[in-house]
Every structure is written in C-alpha cells, then in structure tokens.
C-alpha cells in the first residue's frame, strides 16, 4: 500500500524567502503526483501535477520536481509572501487512485 | 464557475441519525471520490467511482455507504454517525481510464455530531 510522507509538519517563514516543501512515496509505480493547496476549512485547490513521465513543472513561483526512482517530490516557492500562508499536500496517483500526505502547513510571516 | 459543488457546506446530526452528503459536478468526468479528512490529518479515500464502477477501500466501514444515480450526482450515506465521524467530507472528480487529468476538489463539506 502506498505510503506519502511530507516533511516538515510546520515551516514559518519570514516573507520574500524561497523554500522548498518535500514530499516522499514508497511506491515508485505510480502515474503521476499532484500538490494541493488548502486553506482552513476549505477544499483543496490544485497548484501543479506532475505526469510520471516528467521530471518537473512551473507555475509562476511554484516549481515541482519529480524523482520517481527515489520517491521523492519536492515544491519549491519563490519570494514567499503572506498570501501564500496555508497547509500544502502531496497526493500520488496511481490510476484512479490517490493517496495523499498529511500536509506541510506553511506560515509566512510579512 | 464552480467545477464541483458540495451541499450542505455545514451539516449537524445528531448520534446515529442518518445523514447524506451530497456532491455534483459540472465537467461529466468519469470518476468521482468521496474523502474524510479529520483535523491536520491527510484526506482519507473511502471510496471512488469509475463511472458506475464502485470502488471500496478496504478499510472503510459498513457504516459509509455511496450512491451514483448519474454521471453528475454522488453520494455519501452515513448510516449511524459515531462521535469519531466527525470531519470534512471532500469530493472530488478526475477524468478517468489511463488519464493523468488534474483531480478537482469541492468545497467539503462539515460533519459535526452531536
């Protein structure tokens, strides 16, 4: 059974740094790795999905990589801002099915 | 426009009164999730359709029942709510088959019980 891992738990931040979210799976057999976005009490919005294929993919300051031999993903934030303050999840796909980290909850503090 | 939308937003029952959570969806993907997601923990599947396919993950109880009259419409039937029910509900829906389609959450829904 898939296993998702995100480390750290928390991460507070002082506002215009860069930084790095980390995500890790035990099963490399997968179809491709989604980062969410959730703010509290809310649903989750999708930031980036990476294709098992690929190795990376940009959306403005968000840079995810992909290392499936590893299982590992990372989301990298440029020029953090207080906006971005919210918890950050990992989920892999394999086929139809999803299994999601618990989440990295981000502070960023102006 | 919203590509998924929950009702209720907020739900309140009461200890083993039936409740039923409702999600639509406006993109006719083939396959719909139901989640639980209890505080800082990571959603849970309970179960997903594949257009009428029926998925149950094993671990999920008796006691959460789902239902997909159409393609648009699903379901999720508490039978007895517990105490330890208690949580968001989240639905989602992806584009379904070997495709690698972004998942599309809705709002969730919350679940207290009383």
């Known amino acids: 059974k898939q296993e998702v891992t995100q480390i750290p738990a928390a991460l507070s931040v002082p506002e215009g740094e860069n930084l790095v979210l980390n995500c890790s799976f035990t099963d490399s057999a997968i179809y491709n790795l989604q980062w969410f976005r959730q703010d509290p009490g809310k649903g989750l919005t999708s930031l980036l999905l990476i294709q098992s294929s690929q190795r990376e993919q940009t959306s403005g300051r968000l840079n995810a990589s992909?290392?499936?031999?590893?299982?590992?993903?990372?989301?990298?934030i440029a020029a953090s801002q207080p906006g971005d303050s919210a918890t950050y999840l990992c989920a892999v796909g394999n086929n139809n099915d999803m299994r999601f980290g618990a989440g990295t909850r981000l502070t960023v503090k102006p | 426009d919203a590509m998924v939308i929950q009702n209720p937003r907020y739900q309140v029952t009461q200890f083993g009164k039936p409740v039923t959570l409702s999600c639509s969806q406006t993109l006719n993907h083939n396959v719909m999730y139901w989640y639980q997601q209890k505080s800082s923990q990571a959603p849970k599947l309970l179960f997903h359709y594949y257009d009428k396919d029926f998925n149950n993950e094993a671990d999920t109880p008796d006691n959460f029942q789902s239902r997909r009259p159409n393609t648009s419409f699903c379901f999720l039937d508490i039978r007895s709510p517990g105490l330890g029910d208690a949580a968001m509900y989240l639905c989602a829906i992806k584009g379904g088959g070997f495709s690698t389609d972004t998942q599309y959450f809705g709002p969730g829904t919350r679940l207290t019980v009383l």
């Not at chain 1, 499936?68 to 990372?74: I, L």
């Open chain 1, 66 to 76: 992909l290392d499936k031999s590893s299982g590992r993903s990372t989301l990298y």
